[in-house]
């Protein structure tokens, strides 16, 4: 019970468990965005939980494609700014009226109004800060070790290629099925990413397919 | 491939690509973005880089050791007398931080307002901010003349059981300088992961590999980390929004919350953020002109890119101008006769030099821009650059100094002459400024490549669709050659 439910919110941050003898996933690529996008619908459509898309940049109309709701990380930002508000008028009161009041030209030891100015910057402050932090923990990073950098053409993922990935996780993956599905719905240089463990015997992930290389993946107009 | 998109294709109907202009001019592909950005960083350390550095660093240096010089001998070193307690000190400190608000604003205000012409410049300015916030905190850290208890700046529980003064508008200045300086720090660096990601997915050498490893943080362009990554980032661009316009409001709560006739104005806020932006968008100018050239990015950074910071710079231009007009008819209006004085000697008395030198440059010089033509001219833009920045650092002179020579009692008027200390600390901030300017482009992408190519026509998923509905098919912009 505890273990689904860890291994769903790991799977929201694209961290993926392996199967069977490391089996990691599919990777398929895609020849440009839009390709991409439909391929994603289909892959949800199909009744996919557990895949993911990699591109060089956000792809607009994606997170509807695959299905994703809003991302949650405008909450951790207003739990920041209400520190940071919440921490501003404590300072500026228990430093001005409780441990060290000056009286300078009658003024009140503690008012709002020339608190304003430090009360706004720290809550933009933390705001912006828990609005980072949030990004992170929702996406699990940093993450120095990934199953898919095995790939031997998932560099190209921050460059110009568009993959589509479905993990063995999923609990409608099937080897054959899942790679003929993948290639049904135009996905070429079709891959099997093992999860290994380890970095350091240098292998990359099995070419299963190796019928197209990435440059033959023309652009579609 | 499915035809179930007509939903998603509702949603991007309008999305502005019919009528305006190409960003990116040159046919390039994805990965000729990412090859002529991310070049830079990858290969070997140009001659003339080591040139540049050499003397921006040995200008550093000189900075280095005016700060000695002055921590030795004390203040007496500067040309500050009395009446003129503040002197160039703030006079660079509020000019640096007004060069820094042009990245932030390019970031922040521009993202908001969906102007994609950003995504080619807002790095290097973002850059440039960092730096130039760097170059204003010199001056609070070195001015306060017992350098060792500049710590008391800072809300820091001590033995002393002291606490800041949080009704002083100079403490509000640290929080909103730091506060501003942090945010910028954190909104570049998450903008920096991705591009990080690509240089690591280039690089061969293993130390470097281990080095942008780490710092793109395990970045895979996974979408789902990505649907978070843009919302974080929309929130620090609402986020850093009205900070950028409360930093410069503060900086001039520490004029206009005194009782010094010139400086008690309620002007001070929207007339020094609007300085701000006019003089960040002119340093911005001046550093991509060359930049582009050096770098060769003519396609990324076009001259549209450039006249659209024209047109900004003579949009502010005017602003300040307008509000140094409207200052006169409030000295005069108010009917205090402190105010009147202090407004007809800056113009008629011993510093009349320095306020037309600023009108000429703030007010008068911009409105070239009117002209297309010349709004367009490279060598006319770096010259106008130039000559706004001079003006703009003149007008927190006039501010400054004019204000504080002549104030209540004439007993005490006095003429304000910098020293060569003050002139070298300056000089000096150049050095440190380009310094970082020069290591910022060699090591990091000075493009923001993942966002450069997410404005791209070809990043549209629908360019690739054609329902013979006529309309997504001339969503794509006819991409013109180079000309």
Same mark, same amino acid.
Request: net charge negative; proline share 5%; glycine share 8%.
């Given at each position: 019970?505890?273990?689904?439910?860890?291994?769903?919110?790991?799977?929201?941050?694209?961290?993926?468990?392996?199967?069977?003898?490391?089996?990691?996933?599919?990777?398929?690529?895609?020849?440009?965005?839009?390709?991409?996008?439909?391929?994603?619908?289909?892959?949800?459509?199909?009744?996919?939980?557990?895949?993911? *898309?990699?591109?060089?940049?956000?792809?607009?109309?994606?997170?509807?494609?695959?299905?994703?709701?809003?991302?949650?990380?405008?909450?951790?930002?207003?739990?920041?700014?209400?520190?940071?508000?919440?921490?501003?008028?404590?300072?500026?009161?228990? *430093?001005?009226?409780?441990?060290?009041?000056?009286?300078?030209?009658?003024?009140?030891?503690?008012?709002?109004?020339?608190?304003?100015?430090?009360?706004?910057?720290? *809550?933009?402050?933390?705001?912006?800060?828990?609005?980072?932090?949030?990004?992170?923990?929702?996406?699990?990073?940093?993450?120095?070790?990934?199953?898919?950098?095995?790939?031997?053409?998932?560099?190209?993922?921050?460059?110009?290629?568009?993959?589509?990935?479905?993990?063995?996780?999923?609990?409608?993956?099937?080897?054959?099925?899942?790679?003929?599905?993948?290639?049904?719905?135009?996905?070429?240089?079709?891959?099997?990413?093992?999860?290994?463990? *380890?970095?350091?015997?240098?292998?990359?992930?099995?070419?299963?397919?190796?019928?197209?290389?990435?440059?033959?993946?023309?652009?579609?107009? | 491939?499915?035809?179930?998109?007509?939903?998603?294709?509702?949603?991007? +109907?309008?999305?502005? =690509?019919?009528?305006?202009?190409?960003?990116?001019?040159?046919?390039?592909?994805?990965?000729?973005?990412?090859?002529?950005?991310?070049?830079?960083?990858?290969?070997?350390?140009?001659?003339?880089?080591?040139?540049? =550095?050499?003397? #921006?660093?040995?200008?550093?240096?000189?900075?280095?050791?005016?700060?000695?010089?002055?921590?030795?001998?004390?203040?007496?070193?500067?040309?500050?007398? /009395?009446?003129?307690?503040?002197?160039?000190?703030?006079?660079?400190?509020?000019?640096?931080?007004?060069?820094?608000?042009?990245?932030?604003?390019? +970031?922040?205000?521009?993202?908001?307002?969906?102007?994609?012409?950003?995504?080619?410049?807002?790095?290097?300015?973002?850059?440039?901010?960092?730096?130039?916030?760097?170059?204003?905190? !010199?001056?609070?850290?070195?001015?306060?003349?017992?350098?060792?208890?500049?710590?008391?700046?800072?809300?820091?529980?001590?033995?002393?059981?002291?606490?800041?003064?949080?009704?002083?508008?100079?403490?509000?200045?640290?929080?909103?300088?730091?506060?501003?300086?942090?945010?910028?720090?954190?909104?570049?660096?998450?903008?920096?992961?991705?591009?990080?990601?690509?240089?690591?997915?280039?690089?061969?050498? !293993?130390?470097?590999?281990?080095?942008?490893?780490?710092?793109?943080?395990?970045?895979?362009?996974?979408?789902?980390?990505?649907?978070?990554?843009?919302?974080?980032?929309?929130?620090?661009?609402?986020?850093?929004?009205?900070?950028?316009?409360?930093?410069? #409001?503060?900086?001039?709560?520490?004029?206009?919350? +005194?009782?010094?006739?010139?400086?008690?104005?309620?002007?001070?806020?929207?007339?020094?953020?609007?300085?701000?932006?006019?003089?960040?968008?002119?340093?911005?100018?001046?550093?991509?002109?060359?930049?582009?050239?050096?770098?060769?990015?003519?396609?990324?950074?076009?001259?549209?890119?450039?006249?659209?910071? /024209?047109?900004?710079?003579?949009?502010?231009?005017?602003?300040?101008?307008?509000?140094?007009?409207?200052?006169?008819?409030?000295?005069?209006?108010?009917?205090?006769?402190?105010?009147?004085?202090?407004?007809?000697?800056?113009?008629?008395?011993?510093?009349?030099?320095?306020?037309?030198?600023?009108?000429?440059? /703030?007010?008068?010089?911009?409105?070239?821009?009117?002209?297309?033509?010349?709004?367009?001219?490279?060598?006319?833009?770096?010259?106008? +650059?130039?000559?706004?920045?001079?003006?703009?650092?003149?007008?927190? =002179?006039?501010?400054?100094?004019?204000?504080?020579?002549?104030?209540?009692?004439?007993?005490?008027?006095?003429?304000?002459?910098?020293?060569?200390?003050?002139?070298?600390?300056?000089?000096?901030?150049?050095?440190?400024?380009?310094?970082?300017?020069?290591?910022?482009?060699?090591?990091?992408?000075?493009?923001?490549?993942?966002?450069?190519?997410?404005?791209?026509?070809?990043?549209?998923?629908?360019?690739?669709?054609?329902?013979?509905?006529?309309?997504?098919?001339?969503?794509?912009?006819? !991409?013109?050659?180079?000309?």
């Amino acid at each position: 019970m505890l273990n689904n439910l860890l291994r769903s919110a790991k799977a929201s941050m694209s961290i993926y468990e392996p199967i069977k003898d490391d089996v990691y996933g599919v990777l398929a690529e895609y020849p440009n965005p839009g390709a991409l996008l439909h391929a994603a619908e289909d892959v949800h459509k199909a009744g996919y939980k557990k895949f993911d *898309t990699h591109t060089p940049f956000p792809v607009h109309g994606m997170d509807k494609a695959m299905g994703l709701g809003n991302s949650n990380v405008g909450y951790f930002c207003l739990l920041g700014g209400i520190t940071g508000l919440s921490l501003a008028i404590w300072l500026q009161w228990w *430093t001005g009226q409780v441990d060290y009041p000056i009286n300078i030209s009658g003024k009140p030891f503690f008012a709002f109004e020339p608190s304003i100015p430090v009360m706004f910057e720290l *809550t933009v402050l933390f705001s912006a800060y828990a609005a980072v932090i949030g990004m992170l923990l929702l996406n699990g990073l940093p993450r120095p070790y990934n199953p898919l950098f095995y790939s031997s053409s998932f560099s190209r993922a921050s460059d110009d290629a568009f993959f589509l990935f479905i993990a063995a996780e999923d609990d409608k993956f099937d080897m054959e099925k899942t790679q003929a599905f993948l290639k049904e719905i135009g996905g070429t240089n079709l891959e099997v990413v093992h999860d290994r463990g *380890t970095s350091s015997d240098g292998s990359e992930g099995e070419d299963i397919d190796g019928s197209q290389s990435p440059q033959e993946a023309e652009v579609l107009m | 491939m499915s035809n179930s998109t007509t939903d998603i294709d509702a949603m991007y +109907s309008g999305d502005g =690509f019919h009528s305006d202009p190409p960003l990116i001019t040159g046919d390039l592909s994805f990965h000729d973005i990412t090859e002529m950005v991310s070049k830079h960083a990858e290969k070997k350390t140009p001659f003339a880089w080591y040139v540049a =550095f050499g003397i #921006s660093s040995s200008i550093a240096g000189l900075l280095l050791i005016m700060i000695a010089y002055l921590f030795w001998n004390g203040i007496g070193v500067w040309g500050v007398n /009395n009446p003129v307690g503040w002197g160039w000190a703030i006079v660079n400190f509020v000019f640096w931080v007004g060069i820094g608000h042009a990245g932030t604003l390019i +970031s922040a205000i521009l993202f908001l307002f969906r102007q994609k012409w950003r995504t080619s410049i807002n790095r290097a300015a973002e850059a440039m901010t960092l730096f130039a916030v760097m170059c204003a905190l !010199v001056f609070p850290g070195i001015h306060v003349g017992r350098v060792w208890a500049a710590y008391w700046m800072l809300p820091i529980p001590n033995q002393m059981e002291m606490w800041p003064q949080f009704k002083s508008p100079l403490l509000w200045d640290v929080f909103a300088v730091s506060s501003y300086f942090l945010v910028s720090l954190v909104f570049w660096y998450v903008g920096l992961v991705p591009d990080l990601a690509t240089l690591r997915d280039r690089t061969k050498k !293993v130390w470097r590999q281990k080095i942008l490893g780490f710092l793109s943080l395990g970045w895979t362009g996974s979408n789902r980390h990505w649907r978070n990554y843009e919302k974080s980032y929309l929130l620090l661009a609402a986020l850093a929004t009205p900070l950028v316009l409360s930093v410069h #409001s503060v900086v001039s709560f520490d004029f206009a919350v +005194s009782v010094i006739p010139g400086w008690h104005t309620t002007i001070f806020p929207p007339y020094f953020v609007a300085g701000a932006i006019f003089s960040g968008f002119a340093m911005v100018v001046t550093l991509m002109v060359v930049a582009r050239k050096i770098y060769s990015l003519e396609n990324v950074i076009t001259i549209n890119h450039l006249e659209k910071m /024209n047109i900004i710079i003579l949009l502010t231009g005017t602003m300040v101008g307008f509000a140094y007009i409207t200052e006169f008819f409030m000295a005069w209006y108010s009917g205090v006769r402190y105010e009147q004085y202090a407004f007809i000697n800056r113009a008629t008395g011993p510093y009349a030099w320095a306020y037309w030198t600023m009108m000429f440059c /703030n007010l008068i010089f911009p409105q070239f821009f009117w002209i297309k033509k010349i709004r367009r001219s490279i060598p006319f833009m770096f010259f106008a +650059s130039i000559v706004v920045n001079i003006g703009m650092w003149f007008e927190r =002179f006039v501010i400054t100094v004019t204000s504080l020579h002549r104030d209540y009692m004439p007993s005490s008027w006095d003429y304000y002459t910098p020293t060569a200390v003050d002139v070298l600390t300056f000089v000096g901030t150049f050095g440190l400024f380009f310094t970082l300017f020069l290591l910022f482009l060699r090591w990091v992408p000075m493009v923001a490549i993942s966002e450069v190519k997410g404005v791209m026509p070809e990043a549209d998923p629908h360019f690739y669709d054609n329902h013979g509905d006529g309309h997504a098919s001339t969503a794509a912009p006819t !991409v013109t050659p180079n000309s």
